[in-house]
């Protein structure tokens, strides 16, 4: 079965660090740009970031910039999420998501139909 697998949240105090990540099992995500989304309890879901296949862009909403980075390892078949600094206003769920794509592109949305696969989420809470 083909699906994206995340993993990596937890409870962690202000100010501190983790690191997300996203695997895919039964498919290869050399072909596909990586969304990561979260979803805060009571609120709307938000494209934190996104990277494009090859890894050549990179896009993060403005909250996060300067405090999170993407990556990925298709030799690994996994995308990475690593968060610092991290503050209260970040819990929330994160979703990873795939969309075959050409190179170099990469779109920053939430919006679950516009992605090939969606995980089923890992939890993060920022509290102290």
């Known amino acids: 079965q083909s699906k994206l697998v995340e993993s990596g949240g937890g409870l962690v105090q202000p100010g501190g660090s983790l690191r997300l990540s996203c695997a895919a099992t039964?498919?290869?995500?050399?072909?596909?740009?990586i969304g990561w989304i979260r979803q805060a309890p009571g609120k709307d879901r938000e494209g934190v970031s996104c990277?494009?296949?090859?890894?050549?862009?990179?896009n993060y909403v403005d909250s996060v910039k300067g405090r999170f980075t993407v990556s990925r390892d298709n030799a690994k078949n996994t995308v990475y999420l690593q968060i610092h600094s991290l503050k209260p206003e970040d819990t929330a769920t994160y979703y990873c998501?795939?969309?075959?794509?050409?190179?170099?592109?990469?779109?920053?949305?939430?919006?679950?139909?516009?992605?090939?696969?969606w995980g089923q989420g890992t939890h993060v809470t920022v509290s102290s």
């Open positions: 998501a795939a969309v075959r794509s050409h190179y170099g592109l990469c779109a920053r949305t939430s919006d679950r139909s516009e992605y090939d696969y």
């Open positions: 990277i494009s296949r090859g890894g050549d862009t990179i």
């Open positions: 039964g498919f290869s995500l050399e072909d596909y740009a």
